[in-house]
């Protein structure tokens, strides 16, 4: 089992940034891509950014150039820096991690709120 705590959600003014953090413990080894999901109220949830054990990335087009994702395997943390934020990007914003025998998102964290808003 792979268990995922996020933080560093808030509310934070349109235009301004804010990092959130997501620290792994667990089953590490049994994970490869970690990756930050959103859900806006009536919305689906859709995916922002990925990262691989080796750091490649890629992002949503709505975040490309404004969301940088990193990782820090010694440490077992994936970071979301979050510049020029705008009040569409306002959601919950989930951590997961994709299981190396399925492929599939299998371990979720509990999900942190950004609320952009003047």
């Known amino acids: 089992q792979v268990q995922l705590v996020e933080s560093g959600g808030g509310l934070v003014q349109p235009g301004g940034s804010l990092r959130l953090s997501c620290a792994a413990s667990g089953s590490i080894f049994s994970i490869n891509v970690i990756a930050w999901y959103r859900q806006a109220p009536g919305k689906e949830r859709e995916l922002v950014a990925a990262i691989t054990k080796i750091g490649s990335g890629n992002y949503a087009d709505s975040v490309k150039g404004r969301f940088t994702i990193s990782r820090d395997n010694a440490a077992n943390t994936v970071s979301l820096q979050m510049n020029s934020l705008k009040p569409e990007d306002t959601a919950v914003y989930y951590c997961?991690?994709?299981?190396?025998?399925?492929?599939?998102?299998?371990?979720w964290g509990q999900g942190t709120q950004v609320t952009v808003s003047s």
């Open positions: 997961s991690a994709r299981s190396v025998r399925t492929g599939l998102y299998e371990y």
